[in-house]
């Protein structure tokens, strides 16, 4: 029989997301461990997360967290950057450090037949890093380049002008990579003191997950890390501030062809009670392509390549930020389209078809968020950065579905009232000012 292909087959059952049982242990150090054991394919991953992030370092030294995690492969006592490059290119395993504001992560990606080896290469760059001063001063001067260079990128002269004005001089106000003045102070000692302090067992968290028994596992991570010894406090979020009143700021940057364009405001950290309720509305609002502020600026009007909004959760209360770049004669028309979408989100209801895109868009993909055993190991550790409770991600679709048209109004009134809002712009001022007589009072402002 031939098939009829002119009407669209109905879509399969959605798939079951089936999340591996994680095993959990504490070493006597201190040290958690927890294991996922996957044994299709030969290879493991792991996430160590510790308990420094920017909120452990000193104002004044901003970025240390991040540079310090750059340097972990830069030599230990027995071998020089050159020497651990060798190392890990032929153990053919990734490896990535970074810090966040909260906590810092190391992350491994290797073949089963390389794990005890993968350990040793671990534990070598996070408990025996020398930090040779060469090696601080080159990356340090890399640092600084990197941060000179972002004056010349508008959506970062925008993102770091937000976040400034709604957080001021407090921890979520600042870049995790410092500032050319903080990172400048950074020295060799510096790195050694904060490594000192803030890589310990206590309080910190090795994932696992991937093609090695438990048996195996449990002895090798023992035999590594056990005589680690140490406590470094938890990184608390910072008090939430007050948002500012709503302004206009306008940065100028003389001869732009365009404007970046950020609407704003202090949101809220993870696990609040209206949680499931914040993601949907932010999917018809701007999380989604077919979302209404992108459908609006982009597909409506053709005034950009595309338009997001997303609220940004972290322990503290991370900001929510609409995003986009028009063509400069567009600034003042673009802030009204998108302050009149969050102001129909907050005062109508959203329809059943914009439910049930956001409700599909949102949980439909979520298996396929679990195919590696990288994606589990990151998963997992936002459960235990954030405090999620441990069935998250298995209850995530029944509460996403459970959210109704009248909680996503209730959130977006709560949170994105306009008295609250921050718009600012970087552009040409010359050109994109008189364009926002309709918005009130315009602080325009130098981009240096």
Request: hydrophobic share 40%; glycine share 8%; aromatic share 6%.
């Amino acid at each position: 029989m031939t098939p009829d292909r002119t009407t669209r087959p109905a879509p399969a059952a959605p798939r079951p997301l089936a999340l591996p049982g994680f095993e959990r242990h504490r070493l006597p150090n201190g040290l958690r461990l927890e294991f996922a054991e996957r044994r299709d394919i030969p290879e493991v991953s792991l996430r160590l997360v510790l308990e420094n992030g920017a909120g452990a370092e000193p104002p004044s030294r901003a970025g240390l967290a991040e540079l310090t995690a750059r340097l972990l492969t830069a030599g230990t006592p027995n071998r020089d950057a050159m020497d651990v490059a060798r190392w890990l290119d032929r153990l053919g395993a990734g490896y990535h450090a970074t810090a966040g504001y909260s906590v810092g992560t190391v992350s491994m990606h290797f073949l089963t037949e390389v794990f005890e080896e993968a350990l040793d290469f671990l534990a070598a760059t996070v408990l025996d890093s020398d930090f040779p001063e060469r090696e601080v001063d080159r990356l340090r001067a890399e640092r600084l380049d990197e941060i000179e260079r972002q004056g010349d990128d508008p959506a970062t002269v925008a993102n770091l002008a937000t976040i400034a004005e709604l957080y001021g001089d407090g921890l979520y106000g600042r870049s995790m990579a410092g500032t050319s003045d903080t990172v400048a102070e950074i020295s060799r000692d510096a790195v050694r003191e904060f490594h000192e302090a803030r890589f310990r067992p206590s309080e910190s968290l090795l994932i696992v997950c991937g093609d090695v028994a438990p048996e195996r596992l449990g002895p090798a991570v023992e035999a590594r890390f056990g005589a680690w010894s140490g406590h470094a406090a938890r990184v608390e979020p910072p008090p939430p501030p007050s948002a500012p009143e709503s302004e206009v700021i306008l940065i100028d940057r003389p001869g732009s062809p365009q404007t970046e364009i950020r609407v704003a405001t202090i949101g809220v950290p993870y696990g609040t009670g209206d949680h499931h309720a914040i993601i949907v509305a932010n999917a018809i609002l701007g999380g989604l392509f077919n979302s209404r502020i992108n459908l609006n600026l982009r597909e409506d009007k053709g005034w950009t390549y595309g338009a997001r909004t997303g609220f940004r959760f972290r322990r503290g209360a991370g900001p929510f930020v609409a995003r986009t770049a028009v063509e400069t004669a567009r600034t003042g028309p673009a802030f009204e389209e998108i302050l009149r979408e969050i102001e129909a989100m907050c005062t109508q209801q959203v329809t059943p078809e914009e439910m049930k895109l956001a409700r599909n868009a949102l949980t439909l993909s979520l298996p396929l968020q679990f195919e590696t055993a990288a994606q589990i190991c990151g998963k997992v550790s936002r459960q235990r950065i954030f405090d999620l409770p441990d069935d998250y991600w298995e209850t995530y679709r029944g509460r996403i579905d459970a959210v109704t048209p009248d909680q996503v109004r209730e959130v977006c009134r709560k949170y994105l009232d306009r008295d609250r809002l921050t718009l600012l712009a970087v552009g040409d001022a010359a050109a994109a000012g008189p364009t926002l007589g309709g918005l009130g009072a315009v602080d325009v402002r130098s981009i240096a």
